[in-house]
């Protein structure tokens, strides 16, 4: 295989395995409608699914997949391989391409220590490493400052997310044919603007927080989706909201079969 055929099944994989990860996190959101215990962030939902029949087989797939997304995302950001320009716009669109890497990369490792050292002691791992590092940066003199800084990414993601979906500027990217579409580019919409809210909701989350921000506890999907449902009518928001981000994850399906995949 070439080195251009494998850049091209490692996106694809890569988009899969981001589908995968959805549809767990979806399908949780969706049960957490009905019962408030359930999971719903990417952690909670991967050591759930530990739990499951051939659980260990399934992460296993979905971190190769993880990582593979990461790798093609900073691949995308570096070598700017959908022409996004090194104008202000490129510049960002880059800059969120090479985050999301390097997120779902952090992502991938977490899942790879459930694997390794099994959900408890990975888990207590892991997070201690976290709170111990956020405790540390949020110990700065102008921490609270470092805070509405960082939600400007999440904002920032979700602003353009929602953009995206409305205008369906996603299309230019797809190699399918209308018979196709018209079937990926409502639901494609609707996942991405659901996961716009969601992003949206993070970086609120963060600003609202702002000096007071829990080291501890960052907030994260988790955090998004559990302020949905404590809404009037919540636990109808996060079902209705769990909806989009399964449409999300068939979006991300879409991109494994049907995105173009440029590689120089």
């Known amino acids: ?14 988009y899969a395995a981001r589908g995968v990860l959805y549809l767990i996190i979806g399908i949780f959101a969706l049960l957490a409608a009905l019962d408030s215990t359930k999971p719903k962030d990417s952690e909670k939902s991967l050591e759930a699914l530990l739990s499951q ?20 995302r900073v691949f995308q950001a570096v070598r700017d391989v959908d022409h996004h320009g ?49 405790a540390h940066v949020l110990s700065w003199e102008e921490s609270n400052l470092l805070v509405y800084l960082i939600a400007i990414v999440p904002l920032g993601v979700g602003i353009a997310h929602i953009i995206k979906g409305w205008k369906a500027s996603f299309e230019k990217y797809f190699e399918a044919d209308e018979e196709v579409m018209q079937y990926v580019r409502p639901v494609s919409r609707l996942g ?36 949905l449902q404590n809404l009037p009518a919540g636990g109808l928001v996060l079902m209705l909201m769990a909806l989009g981000l399964i449409a999300f994850s068939v979006y991300s399906f879409a991109e494994a079969a049907w995105r173009k995949i440029n590689v120089m």
């Open 192 to 227: 991405l603007m659901a996961r716009g809210v969601v992003f949206i909701e993070i970086g609120l989350l963060l600003i609202l927080s702002g000096s007071n921000y829990q080291a501890l506890h960052p907030p994260g999907m988790k955090d998004a989706l559990d302020a």
């Open 86 to 134: 090194k104008r202000f716009k490129g510049l960002v669109i880059r800059a969120g391409l090479l985050a999301g890497g390097l997120f779902n990369g952090g992502l991938a490792f977490f899942a790879l220590g459930l694997l390794i050292s099994g959900i408890r002691r990975s888990g207590d791992s892991q997070g201690g490493q976290t709170r111990d590092l956020l």
């Open 53 to 72: 029949p051939f659980g260990y087989v399934l992460v296993a797939l979905v971190v190769i997949g993880l990582f593979a997304y990461a790798v093609w």
């Open 1 to 14: 295989m070439s080195t251009q055929q494998s850049l091209i099944a490692l996106a694809r994989g890569g």
